[in-house]
């Protein structure tokens, strides 16, 4: 999927996506391998690198799945840190 504007832009839509899952900008980040700086300025429209492309597409479609499979939108901490680890695998 192609976005051409900041309005329809890939990074809106991811922080689009995280305020109706309720998925908070730390653990965004921290998936990315970004800081939380850079996450607020993908979700205001600002250019995300091509090689960080693919990553934000499928975690966008991972919501996408999980909004509908009912395991989204996160309740609390221990919802959202328990879905972090699910993401992420065993350490």
């Not at 051409?4 to 109706?20: E, R, S």
């Not at 653990?27 to 429209?45: C, D, E, H, N, P």
Request: proline fraction near 5%.
């Amino acid at each position: 999927m192609r976005y051409k504007t900041v309005k329809d832009g890939i990074g809106v839509v991811l922080a689009k996506k995280c305020i109706a899952a309720n998925i908070p900008s730390t653990m965004v980040a921290k998936l990315m391998g970004v800081s939380r700086q850079t996450i607020y300025a993908w979700f205001r429209g600002g250019e995300i690198q091509p090689e960080r492309l693919p990553m934000v597409q499928a975690l966008i479609k991972i919501i996408d799945q999980d909004m509908a499979k009912h395991i989204l939108p996160l309740r609390d901490y221990k919802s959202s840190k328990d879905y972090y680890n699910s993401l992420i695998g065993p350490a």
